[in-house]
């Protein structure tokens, strides 16, 4: 039996094989925060966004500056590093499955909350996208004093 989706049942012969539909692409580079001093500044100067599982701050940049760059805060207080690496890849996942849909010029800081190790992924990857929506409506044009 080939692929990792694919099982047989032992009442019968049979092959099932589930597919998934995930949007393509990496989470590249340049739609990653990387350097502490854009951490503090969307920490000091930025919004909240709350949902169950993590808190969102975000702060608008300037268009020209490109779409929107997003990094995660994991402390030691979640777990040991297998926990937090969990915590962090499940959260990577779920901002590359809504980036594309996610256009405005904003830094995005995602804390997640302990219980990301455990919640339903879809669950997740709901929380995420109704918080890019929000994000994306109240940094929109009408706001653009930067």
């Known amino acids: 039996m080939s692929g990792l989706n694919a099982h047989k049942t032992a009442e019968s012969s049979h092959e099932y094989v589930e597919v998934v539909c995930v949007p393509k692409g990496p989470f590249p580079k340049s739609a990653r925060l990387l350097k502490h001093a854009s951490f503090d500044q969307?920490?000091?100067k930025?919004?909240?966004?709350?949902?169950?599982?993590?808190?969102v701050f975000y702060l608008r940049r300037e268009p020209a500056?490109?779409?929107p760059r997003v990094g995660f805060t994991?402390?030691?207080?979640?777990?040991g590093a297998v926990d937090r690496n969990r915590i962090k890849r499940r959260m990577r996942e779920?901002?590359?499955r809504n980036l594309g849909r996610f256009t405005a010029p904003v830094d995005v800081v995602i804390?997640?909350?302990?219980?990301?190790?455990t919640a339903d992924f879809e669950k997740l990857v709901a929380q995420v996208e109704r918080a890019f929506t929000v994000v994306?409506?109240?940094?929109?044009p009408s706001e653009a004093a930067v």
Not at 46 to 55: C, I, L, N
Not at 111 to 117: A, E, G, H, I, Y
């Open 65 to 67: 500056k490109g779409g």
């Open 46 to 55: 930025g919004q909240r966004h709350f949902s169950a599982d993590m808190t």
């Open 111 to 117: 804390n997640p909350r302990k219980s990301v190790l």
């Open 74 to 79: 994991v402390p030691r207080a979640l777990g």
């Open 94 to 96: 779920t901002v590359r």
């Open 42 to 44: 969307v920490y000091r």
């Open 136 to 140: 994306q409506q109240k940094s929109g």
